[in-house]
């Protein structure tokens, strides 16, 4: 028993080292030899790797990305995280690297919409109305709901937004089972772990093993914005023209066939 107590302040050492190392790994191990990095909602991953296939055949320059949580990146942007461009899933995330001084806001502008939608594990699974009164709490049974981080990430946000104006939210929440964003949330549903989630309509357009069961309306949360702009602290010399390139006819079609809206 006293070895373990002894041993209790080395263990918690290394607890806090693996943690600060996870969150130092800002970047892909490559994104020194690219034009251009961009911070990224994990639910852009596909469509901005097509864009950025596309990008490169037309002006020669290469980019990388790193994809996860709005939040979660936003923080790093903050902290000083080298990138060029932030693409967020909500404009809250972005307000708060504009309030910082962390972004140039003369290049912000809306890209990308989106819906939220609740799937279901497999195929051939039944429909579900998203009204008032729908009684999640026993669709779900003993089981749980997978959602990202509610009070954090924007796929959470709105989806415990869509679920309390649904008045649902009370009975279903301890039974949710959070992730740390939109693709984690498609990954716990796709391997069966949870029967149902609530994702972006884009994240399960590109899973198989799921099904889309009830589309939440657009009066039950904010609406699903992507902003972009490009950081204040951005060296890329490419960094305007990617910016207009996301803009353009290719990437307008790349993010239209993956579903998204494009804003003007």
Same mark, same amino acid.
């Given at each position: 028993?006293q070895?373990g107590?002894q041993?209790?302040?080395?263990r918690m050492?290394?607890?806090w080292?693996?943690f600060?190392l996870c %969150?130092?790994?800002?970047l892909?191990? %490559?994104a020194?030899?690219q034009?251009?990095v961009v911070?990224?909602?994990?639910?852009l991953?596909?469509?901005?790797?097509?864009?950025?296939?596309?990008?490169?055949?037309d002006?020669?320059?290469?980019?990388?990305?790193?994809?996860?949580?709005s939040?979660?990146?936003?923080?790093?942007?903050?902290?000083?995280?080298?990138a060029?461009?932030f693409?967020?899933?909500?404009?809250?995330w972005m307000d708060a690297?504009?309030a910082s001084g962390?972004?140039?806001?003369?290049s912000?502008?809306n890209l990308?919409? %989106?819906r939220l939608?609740l799937i279901?594990y497999g195929?051939?699974v039944?429909?579900v109305?998203?009204?008032p009164?729908? &009684?999640l709490?026993?669709?779900l049974?003993?089981?749980r709901?997978a959602m990202?981080?509610v009070d954090a990430v924007?796929a959470?946000?709105?989806?415990?937004?869509?679920?309390t104006a649904?008045g649902?939210? %009370?009975?279903?929440?301890?039974?949710?089972?959070?992730?740390d964003?939109a693709?984690?949330t498609? &990954?716990?549903?796709a391997?069966?772990?949870?029967p149902y989630?609530?994702v972006?309509?884009t994240?399960a357009?590109?899973e198989s093993?799921?099904?889309v069961?009830g589309?939440?309306?657009?009066d039950?949360h904010?609406?699903?914005v992507?902003?972009?702009a490009?950081?204040s602290?951005?060296?890329?010399?490419v960094?305007?023209d990617?910016l207009a390139?996301?803009?353009?006819?290719?990437?307008r079609?790349i993010?239209q066939?993956d579903g998204?809206?494009?804003?003007?």
């Amino acid at each position: 028993m006293q070895g373990g107590v002894q041993d209790r302040p080395l263990r918690m050492i290394r607890r806090w080292l693996a943690f600060l190392l996870c %969150n130092c790994l800002w970047l892909p191990t %490559n994104a020194s030899a690219q034009d251009l990095v961009v911070f990224a909602a994990a639910s852009l991953g596909g469509s901005l790797q097509k864009v950025f296939s596309a990008w490169q055949e037309d002006s020669g320059h290469t980019a990388v990305a790193s994809y996860a949580g709005s939040s979660l990146l936003a923080r790093q942007i903050q902290q000083g995280a080298p990138a060029d461009l932030f693409i967020s899933a909500s404009s809250e995330w972005m307000d708060a690297v504009q309030a910082s001084g962390d972004i140039d806001a003369q290049s912000r502008r809306n890209l990308l919409g %989106n819906r939220l939608v609740l799937i279901a594990y497999g195929s051939n699974v039944e429909p579900v109305e998203l009204v008032p009164g729908v &009684n999640l709490a026993d669709l779900l049974g003993g089981d749980r709901l997978a959602m990202a981080m509610v009070d954090a990430v924007p796929a959470g946000i709105y989806g415990k937004s869509a679920l309390t104006a649904l008045g649902e939210w %009370n009975s279903v929440a301890p039974r949710v089972a959070q992730s740390d964003n939109a693709r984690s949330t498609l &990954n716990l549903v796709a391997s069966g772990e949870a029967p149902y989630g609530i994702v972006y309509a884009t994240d399960a357009r590109a899973e198989s093993r799921v099904s889309v069961v009830g589309t939440f309306t657009e009066d039950t949360h904010e609406p699903i914005v992507y902003p972009v702009a490009i950081l204040s602290n951005s060296q890329s010399k490419v960094a305007v023209d990617f910016l207009a390139y996301l803009g353009g006819d290719k990437a307008r079609g790349i993010f239209q066939t993956d579903g998204f809206m494009v804003l003007d």
